[in-house]
């Protein structure tokens, strides 16, 4: 057993998946697109602001050759479909901004990648942005898609392409994994990667802030939950909320 930093840290999610043949990699399970890249942005932010609404990507990459634009964000707790697809859309308007040689050809990628669970119980969600008819069909006009996966529910009908990726994302939360559960040599390059061992001082600081701040958004959730529960509003009803489980609710 390997001993890791878990990737519900964005510190940690951003050392591994920034790195550009990880980012390439992981794209193609998901997208079947082959990138050709040779840097990673983090925290990238476009100028455009549309009411309170400012673009932030976590990691971001542009194959200008085949004028293809993919971000992957990282999500800790929920509360998150629409907030992504405003940086979707605005990742979109973006580039039509500031490109003198924008053609509807170019194609905006979105993968989010919730590490903690989602309530509809889903593995895989997607919104497709191309027209289609009453029977679903489409008609391959516009490829823009935004991809949310939530590795909690990986399971056997999730596409195999990227089955292996979300089980080592979600085997790593508890901060143990074993290697020999794993073909893929990409993700064992990660597993090395946030090796405890590997983790810098500076990088472990950031964890025990970014723990800091995730404990007092969860205190937060659960005094608004309590105050809720002396209202005798319903489990669910909170749950919907406040984005805590019904059963986080009961304990309380």
């Known amino acids: 057993m390997k ?13 591994a998946f920034s790195k550009p043949e990880i980012f390439k990699a992981f794209v193609k ?13 983090m925290e990238k932010t ?3 602001k549309i009411g309170q609404v400012k673009s932030r990507f976590d990691l971001f990459a542009e194959d200008v050759k085949k004028r293809v634009i993919v971000d992957i964000q990282h999500m800790q ?12 859309c605005m990742a979109i308007l973006e580039q039509i901004k500031n490109s003198k040689d924008y053609q509807p050809k170019t194609k905006v990628f979105t993968i989010v990648v919730l590490t903690s669970e989602n309530k509809e ?11 289609k008819d009453l029977q679903g069909n489409g008609i391959n006009k516009i490829a823009h898609k935004v991809i949310y996966l939530c590795p909690h529910f990986v399971n056997e009908n999730t596409p195999i392409a ?19 559960d794993y073909e893929n040599p990409i993700i064992k390059e990660i597993f090395d990667l946030i090796e ?19 404990e007092e958004v969860l205190t937060e959730k659960k005094n608004i939950a309590k105050n809720m529960l002396a209202e005798n509003l319903s ?14 609710i009961e304990k309380l």
């Open 3 to 15: 001993q890791v930093a878990s990737l519900q840290y964005d510190v940690i999610f951003k050392k």
């Open 29 to 41: 399970a998901v997208l079947g697109i082959e990138l050709e890249i040779t840097n990673v942005d």
């Open 46 to 48: 476009f100028d455009t």
């Open 77 to 88: 707790h929920e509360d998150y479909y629409d907030r992504f697809l405003h940086y979707h």
């Open 121 to 131: 119980g889903k593995d895989v969600l997607t919104i497709d942005f191309d027209p």
């Open 162 to 180: 990227y089955r292996e990726w979300l089980k080592a994302i979600e085997d790593t939360l508890d901060g143990e994994v074993n290697e020999m």
């Open 196 to 214: 405890t061992d590997n983790i810098t001082n500076e990088e472990r600081y950031d964890l025990i802030e970014e723990n800091h701040r995730l």
């Open 235 to 248: 489990h669910a009803f909170i749950a919907k909320l406040t984005g805590l489980s019904e059963a986080e």
